[in-house]
């Protein structure tokens, strides 16, 4: 009995390759994400923060107007960098979008092709078991005219 080779094989390495590349870029995109994600964070709670030493400046008493400037500045440049990580953060979401539906294609790709080849391999397999039937029954047959020969 002879082996099944799949002739595409070489492209369906190619085409698993590629797939595990897509699903690594996926991974660094969504790993961005993830670090944009935790400076918001850090930026929202150092804001709080900024929100609660003004409101404990401006309370009964001597009024720090200096101290009251320099948060504000301070204040606005959070917020600025806020707007970029925002930014940042919409991009990043674009980019993992493309990124999944570039997997997404490339796996389609992976498993067609997997899927040709399963479907090449049963007709391998029945083909190779009618001639192994054939071979059988031709076998059986010279035996039953050597017997009556005989």
Not at 30 to 45: E, F, S, T
Not at 60 to 84: T, W
């Amino acid at each position: 009995m002879s082996v099944f080779r799949f002739r595409l094989s070489t492209v369906l390495r190619l085409r698993q390759s590629e797939r595990d590349q897509r699903r690594g870029e996926l991974a660094e995109a969504y790993r961005v994400a993830d670090l944009l994600a935790r400076q918001a964070d850090q930026l929202g709670r150092e804001l709080e923060s900024l929100r609660r030493q003004q409101r404990c400046a401006v309370g009964p008493g001597a009024i720090n107007v200096d101290l009251l400037v320099d948060s504000q500045r301070y204040e606005v440049a959070l917020r600025f960098r806020q707007g970029q990580l925002q930014r940042q953060q919409a991009s990043v979401a674009e980019e993992i979008e493309r990124r999944r539906l570039a997997l997404v294609e490339a796996d389609r790709q992976v498993r067609t092709l997997e899927l040709l080849r399963n479907k090449q391999e049963e007709q391998f397999r029945q083909t190779e078991g009618r001639r192994e039937m054939q071979r059988l029954d031709e076998v059986a047959q010279q035996r039953a005219l050597r017997r009556e020969g005989v």
